[in-house]
């Protein structure tokens, strides 16, 4: 929008009455919250995989049965 146009729209809601600048600014603020609160939503599939490279040359049971020995202290 050009500042011209800013300033138009500006003065023309100034001419508003109270309750209708109030009307507009509920609206205004209630487009922005929807704008900035949408975002894609994420499926916990899409951490799939993730990580795998760590555990690549590890033995499953081993880790296991190391992990169990060590909570006997």
């Known amino acids: 929008m050009s500042t011209t146009a800013y300033y ?4 023309r ?3 508003l009455t ?3 600048q109030l009307r507009l ?6 487009l922005v919250r929807r704008q900035v609160t949408t975002r ?5 599939l899409e951490l799939q995989g993730l990580g ?5 040359d590890i033995d499953a049971q ?9 909570w006997n202290g």
Do not use: H
């Open 13 to 15: 809601i100034q001419r």
């Open 40 to 44: 894609a939503r994420r499926s916990i």
């Open 8 to 11: 138009e729209v500006l003065s």
């Open 25 to 30: 600014l509920e609206e205004l603020a209630a």
């Open 52 to 56: 795998k490279e760590i555990w690549q």
């Open 62 to 70: 081993e880790y296991v049965d190391r992990e169990r020995a060590s």
């Open 18 to 20: 109270p309750a209708d």
